[in-house]
């Protein structure tokens, strides 16, 4: 089973921006679909952003206009570029990769995004 790692995370204040970074720990191949979902305390695991393997991208309402997923050369690499950040934005994201979309495919262990009001 592959790990996906996820960086980046921190602390933030309203309005600031973060990238997150996530790579797996071995290749990994057929690959359709990565993204970021997030969990905060009390909330179930939102998805945030997604993209495909020809760059198609899909955002929550939430984050639209101020996340920009993309992909990086590494292989199967992405970021999340987060501006304009709310304190609603405060939870652990995490990476996620997918061969089908309704498989659970691989996660990483999460990073914490704190925004302060």
């Known amino acids: 089973q592959v790990q996906l790692v996820e960086s980046g995370g921190g602390l933030v204040q309203t309005g600031g921006s973060q990238r997150l970074s996530c790579a797996p720990s071995?290749?990994?191949?057929?690959?359709?679909?990565m993204g970021w979902y997030r969990q905060a305390p009390g909330k179930q695991r939102e998805m945030v952003a997604t993209i495909t393997s020809d760059e198609r991208t899909n955002y929550a309402d939430s984050v639209k206009g101020r996340f920009t997923i993309s992909r990086g050369n590494a292989k199967n690499t992405i970021y999340l570029q987060m501006n304009s950040l709310k304190p609603e934005d405060t939870a652990v994201y995490y990476c996620?990769?997918?061969?089908?979309?309704?498989?659970?495919?691989?996660w990483g262990q999460g990073t914490q995004v704190t925004v302060s009001s």
């Open positions: 996620n990769a997918r061969r089908l979309p309704f498989e659970a495919g691989a």
């Open positions: 071995r290749n990994l191949f057929g690959i359709t679909i």
